[in-house]
């Protein structure tokens, strides 16, 4: 189930028009704009409410270095699905810090699938059937189509220890 989500996630993203990647919305829960379904890391680091804290958070952020040179081997083949919120303070935190470790540890651009969701925790398309999402940010990591392990709001450790446990499963 989890391979035929991805093709069709990949598929959704091949045929996304621009209106549907890094689309902003009203959103009436938040009251403000918000970006929502398939982004770009380029929209979302742009995004004003974003690019306040991301700026800093990623040139402030430093992943331990002895644990990144553990996870670049493993991070090969693995594709990652961030679901966020650009309105979420926990989402303006992490998500500079994670893009920061993907690229200290090699994790390419093409391996990282963005989806931002509204107030409700809602996106379009069906883009979150079957991903069980209650908090953001939560970081999907899949490998070989199945879902290997997932960091949900928050790491409960580091990120890269998390990431690094997950990979080591």
Known sequence: MK??????????TMS??????NKTVQDTIKG??????????????AFPEMKER???GYESYSPDSTILVNLKPLVANKQITIVLGTWCSDSKLYVPYFLKLA?????????LTFICVDGEKKADHGLLNDLNIELVPTFIVYGMGKELGRIVEGPQNTLEEDLLTILKK
Do not use: H
């Open 103 to 111: 690229d200290l540890a090699g994790i390419k651009e093409k391996d």
């Open 32 to 45: 403000k704009p918000v970006m929502i379904n398939l982004c770009s890391r380029q929209g979302i680091t």
């Open 3 to 12: 391979l035929t989500y991805l093709f069709i996630l990949t598929l959704f």
């Open 16 to 21: 996304a028009s621009a209106q549907d990647l």
């Open 54 to 56: 991301y700026d800093e």
